[in-house]
């Protein structure tokens, strides 16, 4: 089989994997690998021009440097995966005193979730390899967002998450038709016990920070950024800072792989400052970031931000180095910043989960502590929707009032 990238790299200890050699983590000491690509072949066929005006609305546009071959199913959700809107929320934008604010609104994807980028890819390698069943551990939305890739290219998913993911991503998974079940545990016991199934059993498994590819789709919110707003900063613009909300730390990770193809190929200036957020009550890899180290050292996640709750995060080492690799930093918010936020983003128009606005409560903590100023350029990321998890939600905003059915009862209540 041609592959369409070159080899695989751990990204502890280095050592080179061709990629027959294996299929998620460094079998000398589990670290992470990373896909590396052939960037010599790209830059031979393709430059910023040929490359960046393709007519696919999704992610799909950027198929010669993504690791996968096009993976057919046209005219399903899975070819509606990425390519997500960049808002200018202005009133944001004067609130915080920032000249140029962009929101990138992930909610737009197929099952409502940043999520979707990892699944669309790795649905993608599993028909390539041959794969028949794909299996994921999930807090929800990397669940919901498999089930929804596989159900669109009809392959067979199983879910294991904990019992306790909100009702709303649960009812997701099993309405797309996946094999659900249900762990009396936490996310990182669901983890486990999904490895040893996926060994057991033969399966291919998604888990964040486990699978390689799951990064290579997150990347490609990196080259959307780029596309969408670095391309169209005028040339002497500072740096632009972009914040994302961080759990296992894969997200980040891929979006710094993304970036760091595009530097490899030369079609990027400068890389841009990338800010991790976490909540206070789940923190393991800023508590590393602000040690110095690289070393993740497990907490107990108090969080009402689910999808970033995490005790053992699976891929905190290269979360730390987006940080410190680009001049950027880790900043940790409480709760209630986090249902703040929520409230600030549905005023101008967008719905986020509390994992979700952890990106844009950093935001707030980072102008008041002066991380970044006036004239930086700011994009931050709505990685789901609000609809994933209403309870949350509903405790970030006020209740609404119950009235009589009478004229008289809603002018009293007005007043
Ligand atoms: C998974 C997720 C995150 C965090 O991503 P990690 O790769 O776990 O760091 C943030 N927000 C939402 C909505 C998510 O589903």
Known sequence: MKHKFSHFTCSLCGAEYEP???TYTCPKDGGNLNVILDYKAINAQYNTQNFMHLPEASLWRYLNVLPVSDP?????????????????????????????????????????SFKDRASAIVVARAAEIGAEVIVAASTGNAGSALAGMAAASGTKAVIFAPKTAPPAKIAQLIGFGARVLLVDGNYDQAFDLSIEVTQAL????????????????????????????????????????????????????????GFKD?????????????????????????NAFQRGDEEIRAVRSTTLADSISVDLP?????????????????????????LGAIAELGRVG?????AASTAYAGL??????????????????????GLKDVNAVMRAVPTAPIIEPTLEAVIKELR
């Open 20 to 22: 027959e050699a294996v």
């Open 72 to 112: 057919g199913n046209l005219g399903t959700p899975l070819r509606r995966v990425g390519w997500t809107p960049v808002y200018k929320p202005a009133r944001l934008a004067q609130q915080l005193g920032l000249q140029r604010l962009w929101i990138k609104d992930e909610s737009p994807n197929p099952t409502a």
């Open 202 to 257: 033969s399966w291919y498994n998604r888990n964040t920070g486990f699978n390689p590819f799951t990064a290579e789709g997150k990347k490609t919110a990196a080259f959307e950024i780029w596309e969408q707003v670095m391309c169209r900063l005028p040339a002497d613009s500072k740096n632009l800072a972009v914040f994302i909300p961080v759990g296992d730390g894969n997200i980040i990770s891929g979006i710094h792989k």
């Open 262 to 286: 595009l530097m490899a190929l030369g079609w990027m200036a400068r890389m841009p400052r990338i800010i991790g957020v976490q909540s206070t009550g789940s923190a393991a890899i800023a």
């Open 314 to 338: 699976r891929d905190g080492v290269r979360a730390v180095r987006a940080a410190c690799e680009t001049g950027g930093t880790y900043l940790t918010v409480p709760d209630e910043a986090i």
């Open 350 to 354: 967008i719905f986020a989960e509390p």
């Open 364 to 385: 707030v903590k980072a102008v008041a502590e002066k991380i970044v100023e006036p004239d930086e350029p700011v994009l931050v990321l709505n990685t789901g929707s």
